[in-house]
């Protein structure tokens, strides 16, 4: 299942319940239990809709460490498919590699990182939000131009 089939999955579970997206919905991605044996990294790759080369660059890079097994090739855990499930989407978010590889190094500091955890978090929501809306003022004017040409507007 795709990264986008995971998130379809969630987002139709809080459309379906007039919920307002939470962090809950993430935590519905990968459920702790959903594995029962480690991921090769094509099975990892087709999960979550990239590439391998971009799997063996996040391990280069430092953003995850990935266990091997007896021949010596790539093996998956739900711990490494979790963080992989959070890089992805602060990826698509637009947080840069440099700051996802010192967010890295903070979550593997240990426990007294969490503030400067919490700042890079919050400074990050704050761009997304800013992002976002945007987005939505280039919707709204996508939306005119279309309803100026005699189209129809969506819901």
């Not at 799997?55 to 998956?76: F, K, N, P, Q, T």
């Not at 990826?91 to 903070?106: F, K």
């Not at 929501?125 to 919707?139: A, H, K, M, N, P």
Request: aromatic share 4%.
């Amino acid at each position: 299942m795709a990264t986008t089939d995971l998130m379809n999955r969630a987002l139709a579970g809080a459309a379906d319940s007039d919920a307002p997206l939470t962090v809950e919905l993430v935590h519905e991605l990968i459920e702790p239990g959903e594995l029962s044996e480690p991921l090769g990294i094509s099975e990892v790759s087709e999960l979550l809709d990239i590439s391998a080369h971009t799997l063996r660059y996040y391990e280069r890079c430092g953003l995850i460490e990935v266990a091997r097994d007896g021949l010596d090739h790539r093996s998956y855990d739900n711990v490494a498919i979790r963080r992989l499930v959070f890089l992805t989407r602060m990826r698509l978010s637009g947080m840069p590699m440099r700051d996802l590889q010192h967010y890295v190094e903070l979550v593997d500091g240990g426990e007294h990182t969490v503030p400067e955890r919490l700042d890079m978090l919050v400074e990050h929501r704050d761009t997304v939000r800013r992002r976002i809306r945007e987005l939505q003022l280039s919707l709204v004017a996508t939306e005119y131009k279309i309803a100026t040409y005699g189209g129809t507007t969506g819901p």
